[in-house]
């Protein structure tokens, strides 16, 4: 039995299964093991500490690209419990805190002690003559002849890239570079290892430099270099060298990977700050036999410096209440200085005149100190009535303005604005009668010239208006009405000496000439010898109602009467008295259908024309008929007011 022939897509369908089935099988458990996250969170756990040491091996690549996650993921943690951070960081930074607030505290004491020790003597007096006369300050002075020694900075240098670790200074004014002192001070030891041929290990243990000696004592890894004033004990030298063994206990592993980066050696600055020692002479016990004499000299010196400073301060009043009574607007009834509460000042005060506390600070003394008591007073003195309108308008850099017996002068370069509220309003204020310009510049700015011009007459939408020198410039379209106020009145606004309107359109006085050329345009035919209207003269007829009503009103806007004439014609057939009477019952036709339409009798005015009708040129209508019809002519008068 022979089987049916099978379709080729099923034979190659069925090789492919055959051929790619573990293939298959491969790709669906890979597919199903990245859709499993758990799955791929353990792979990923098992390589990603290995992974982690090897890209640090290599670079700090995963360093930067991490730095970003884990600050921000601190900034958050630390905002939202900060609690566990300040009980984790508690243990260390306590004793920092109190190490430091003590050791600052034990020198300010022995600074206070000093300063009092020194300066009620014989010879801190000595001191103090010695600190005027070599423009030091005491407290140098004081050090200079009383220190024994001091630290006065400190160095922590490395020793193999001679890189400076950490700087401490007694005197936080003192800033060196360290990193150079660092340098100098790595190339004054080899140089003298190299000039003496010793070993690398040999290192130079002290130097002087004027008054300053330097103190290095090494470590493995690192060294210490103390600046000492004076002259130190041997006791110094050990206290230095427990410190640079503790700091090799503490950052050993650091020192020994440094690599550039100082950062990690900040925390061992209180251990150096430890380190900067001061030590003075003591003053010898024993009452001196000059003790009574400076304390009278002393006394003496407190009376005289008290009369002195009583005498200044009277000078420093005296001139105070001169420019009170100096002051225009300003009036002092009762002043009084008191050397142990408040003095006090009573008086009357213009609102414009200058600040009381102001001109005790200027005069050198304490407005918080003196009581001032005023009464409103309004005073009428040109410069009093000169600084309330200066206060009122502030007037322009250029301006110049002056008070004279009630009357404001005002001259310079004003712009218009200002001048107007000062013409409207400086009357109001007390002390002012008049306002009078002498030889004035008055300057107008184009723009408010124009919102002025807009304000008066309402700017049409339609019309554009630029004012440039004084001209006004209008272009666009308006009504005759208000193009006719614009031209009578323009002129007279402030910034506007003239009007240019050629640019713009009377849109009423064009209605007008428009309805004008058609109505007289417009022919009416009569029928040979007859005043009936032939048919193509009543097709003309019935459309001029509507147009002579626009006429009507575009005249009306123009504010001239229109009256309309009625100009009838006849041939030259029969004799002239039949063709006379036939014109103006030609004419009267007319007439009698635009009264029908409501237009007044005494604006239609038929007439007969004698001289036989001439058409124009192009006119396609025949001489005979061009003959017996009627035409219109549109007259126009003033109207009256």
């Known amino acids: 039995m022979q089987r049916g022939a099978r379709d080729p897509l099923e034979e190659f369908e069925e090789l492919r299964r055959l051929l790619l089935s573990g293939e298959r099988e491969q790709l669906r458990e890979i597919s199903d093991r990245l859709a499993d996250k758990e799955r791929r969170s353990q792979d990923i756990a098992s390589v990603l500490p290995e992974a982690v040491k090897m890209s640090r091996e290599r ?55 000093q300063t009092l020790e020194h300066t009620f003597s014989w010879r801190g ?58 340098g100098m001070l790595s190339a004054i030891q080899d140089f003298a290892r190299d000039s003496f041929q010793m070993g690398q290990e040999s290192t130079l243990e002290e130097f002087r430099v004027g008054e300053l000696q330097v103190w290095i004592v090494p470590g493995r890894y690192a060294y210490l270099a103390a600046v000492v004033r004076g002259n130190p004990p041997l006791e110094l030298r050990s206290k230095l060298g427990e410190t640079i063994e ?35 002479a003591r003053a010898k016990s024993g009452r001196r036999p000059t003790r009574a004499w400076f304390i009278l000299i002393i006394a003496l010196a407190a009376l005289t410096s008290a009369i002195i400073v009583a005498v200044h301060n009277r000078s420093k009043w005296n001139h105070f209440l001169g420019r009170l009574h100096a002051q225009p607007g300003m009036v002092v009834t009762d002043a009084r200085q008191r050397w142990f509460s408040r003095s006090k000042v009573d008086g009357l005060r213009d609102a414009s005149s200058a600040d009381p506390a102001t001109l ?118 308006a009504s005759h009405r208000w193009l006719a106020r614009a031209r009578a009145a323009a002129t007279t606004l402030p910034g506007i000496t003239s009007l240019d309107d050629h640019a713009v359109i009377d849109l009423d006085q064009r209605g007008f000439d428009q309805s004008k050329s058609i109505i007289e345009s417009a022919f009416i035919y009569f029928l040979t010898d007859k005043d009936d209207i ?80 001439k058409p124009a040129a192009g006119d396609k209508a025949l001489p005979e008929q061009s003959q017996r019809r009627v035409a219109l002519k549109v007259l126009t008068q003033i109207s009256a007011p």
């Open 246 to 280: 503790g700091i090799h206990v503490l950052k050993g592993s650091a020192l020994a990977k440094f690599e550039g980066d100082a950062a990690a050696f900040e925390s061992l600055r209180p251990e150096l700050e430890a380190c900067l020692h001061a030590e003075y």
């Open 125 to 182: 007096l000595k001191w103090r003559f010695e600190a005027l006369r070599t423009g030091r300050s005491f407290a140098e002075v004081v050090m200079l002849r009383s220190l024994v020694y001091r630290v006065e900075q400190l160095f922590l240098i490395h020793r193999e890239t001679s890189l400076a670790l950490l700087h401490v200074s007694a005197d936080p004014s003192m800033n060196k570079d360290s990193d150079m002192v660092a």
């Open 360 to 477: 005790a600070r200027e005069a050198g003394l304490d407005p918080a100190r003196i009581r001032f008591r005023w009464k409103e007073h309004l005073a009428l003195d040109s410069a009093s009535v000169r600084r309330r309108v200066e206060q009122r308008f502030s007037p322009p850099d250029q301006a110049r303005i002056a008070v004279n017996d009630g009357v404001l002068e005002v001259a310079g370069t004003v712009p218009y604005e200002w001048l107007d509220s000062v013409r409207r309003e400086a009357t109001l204020i007390p002390g002012v009668k008049s306002v009078v310009e002498r030889d004035a510049n008055i300057i107008y700015d184009p723009a408010l010239a124009r919102q002025r011009f807009e304000k008066q007459f309402g700017l049409l939408d339609t019309v554009t208006a630029k004012v440039a020198n004084g001209v006004l410039t209008l272009s666009g379209e």
């Open 534 to 613: 032939a048919t193509e003269g009543f097709a003309a007829l019935s459309r001029l109602p509507d147009e002579i009503r626009r006429c009507e009103k575009a005249a009306k806007q123009l504010g001239t009467d229109m009256t309309l004439e009625i100009q009838g014609y006849a041939d030259a057939v029969g004799t002239e008295a039949r063709n006379a009477d036939l014109r103006m019952r030609r004419a009267n036709k007319v007439r009698d259908f635009l009264v029908s339409c409501g237009f007044e009798a005494a604006r239609l005015k038929p007439i007969g024309i004698e001289q036989p009708f």
């Open 59 to 113: 670079s700090g690549e995963l360093t930067h690209a991490l730095q970003p996650a884990v600050e921000s993921s601190f900034k958050e943690s630390i905002g939202q419990r900060p609690q566990i951070f300040v009980d984790a960081l508690h243990p260390i930074i306590g004793p920092i805190v109190r190490r430091s607030i003590a050791e600052s505290l034990r020198r300010l004491l022995q600074s206070l002690n």
